[in-house]
């Protein structure tokens, strides 16, 4: 399963709230909200050097943020910034173009 930026430090407090509602996991809580139609943050991990010809396997709006912010950092560029929302998959190809361009290797999301 991708997993968001700090999980290992939060998963206990993440699995306590859980199981105080009967939930037994992450896996089984995104099951539920997709069983109520309601929307849910999910992850596509990027890994510099990949193919730019991809499908996202979900719709926007996409959250684009590098996973290693030391390294991105390092290769500043003008329209450089923490978080980027955008709307469509092309903007995140983009995105994707800006960062890499700049000179960061690592990758988006995390694994």
């Given at each position: ?42 992850t ?36 450089q ?31």
């Amino acid at each position: 399963m991708a997993q968001f930026e700090g999980y290992e430090r939060r998963e206990a407090k993440i699995l306590g709230v859980l199981k105080e509602y009967g939930i037994s996991s992450i896996d089984e809580c995104k099951a539920i909200c997709d069983e109520k139609g309601i929307d849910r943050p999910d992850t596509f991990v990027y890994h510099c050097g990949e193919s730019l010809d991809f499908a996202l396997p979900f719709g926007g709006p996409f959250i684009v943020k590098p996973s290693n912010g030391p390294e991105y950092w390092a290769h500043p560029y003008e329209t450089q910034k923490k978080v980027y929302k955008v709307e469509t998959e092309a903007e995140v190809k983009n995105v994707l173009m800006d960062i890499y361009g700049a000179g960061y290797e690592g990758c988006f999301g995390h694994s």
